[in-house]
């Protein structure tokens, strides 16, 4: 079965089933994050025994790596220097790894977290991001409400944030994203808002209209936007409310709706449906790429007694309508 979601340049065909194809034997689980490279190759991070799950655009198996590296998979985005920035937030740290797996920098120290709400890092750190001049920032989310800012070479410049509810403080900072002008872009997720600040960790500006972001994509080029994955409620008595996700929604930098991707009655498991949207990413096709930790987020969404299905999807790909003679997608 598939669906159609969106409507106009913002139209995608969503499929049954798990994108990719594995070797056999080998399960997900659930996954973190997601990055493709500039030869739409996808680098699948998740939390199976293979934690970096190479594939085609196609779903074609290429390989995996990482095996006797990480520990919980969290966060990965690729730079423009093709290298891969890779959170793991169950030692702690952030690595920089080539696509073939070779560690370069690593960050944090494995299994040694910093106090719980200390502002030292790291505790439970979920994602990076790079600045135009290749400096590297850190969302420091679950044991702490803090960003981090590093130069290349690892070396700790500053930190800001703190908890809290107010401009510049964070209720689990999730995720990140900087911009080609160096604008930082923060999923502070409990807050149910976007915050951006300038290079130096200065606020200025937010936007809400999201609820609970988890993944976040921000596009290059002349017309950037922002791919949001909101996880929904966890809320019992909130349970199949509308409106309220999960689901992928695409916005403008400054917060403008563009679209709202996912199929009613959600969550769920089938065609254009989600679970809990965790990571994501965008090909060179305009193909979306879902990673969702579904494993850990059945029972929050759908209650301890509804049983799990096993396999339960963690990879989806929402592939881009577009007009004649568009690149092919699959």
Not at 80 to 94: A, K, Q, S
Not at 213 to 225: K, R
Request: charged share 20%; glycine share 14%.
């Amino acid at each position: 079965m598939s669906v159609v979601l969106g409507s106009g340049e913002y139209t995608y065909c969503a499929h049954d089933g798990q994108w990719g194809d594995l070797p056999d034997g080998w399960e997900l689980i659930d996954v973190a994050g997601v990055a493709v490279d500039d030869q739409d190759r996808v680098f699948v991070f998740n939390r199976g025994a293979h934690p970096v799950i190479v594939l085609d655009r196609h779903g074609r198996f290429l390989g995996s790596w990482g095996e006797e590296i990480f520990t919980r998979a969290h966060g990965i985005h690729r730079g423009p220097d093709g290298n891969l920035y890779l959170t793991d937030e169950g030692d702690h740290t952030v690595r920089t790894c080539t696509p073939e797996g070779q560690v370069l920098l690593e960050i944090g120290v494995a299994g040694r977290p910093a106090p719980f709400m200390s502002g030292e890092p790291f505790h439970r750190c979920t994602h990076t991001a790079l600045s135009p001049d290749g400096d590297i920032y850190v969302s420091d989310g679950y044991g702490n409400a803090r960003i981090h800012k590093y130069a290349p070479d690892g070396t700790h410049l500053f930190s800001w944030g703190a908890s809290g509810v107010g401009e510049g403080e964070f209720s689990l900072p999730h995720n990140i994203a900087c911009d080609a002008d160096g604008w930082v872009y923060v999923a502070d997720r409990e807050n149910h808002r976007i915050q951006i600040f300038d290079g130096d960790g200065r606020f200025e500006t937010q936007w809400h209209a999201v609820h609970r972001p988890s993944a976040f994509h921000l596009t290059g080029g002349p017309d950037p936007l922002c791919y949001v994955g909101e996880i929904g409620t966890p809320l019992d008595f909130q349970r199949g409310a509308p409106n309220l996700g999960p689901r992928v929604s695409i916005f403008t930098p400054g917060g403008e709706l563009r679209a709202r991707l996912g199929r009613e009655p959600t969550p769920g498991t089938g065609a254009g449906q989600f679970v809990s949207p965790h990571g994501l990413c965008v090909d060179s096709h305009g193909d979306i790429y879902v990673g969702e930790v579904s494993h850990t987020g059945w029972p929050n969404v759908f209650g301890s007694d509804r049983p799990r299905p096993q396999p339960l999807r963690a990879l989806q790909k929402l592939v881009k309508a577009g007009p004649p003679n568009a690149k092919e997608s699959s």
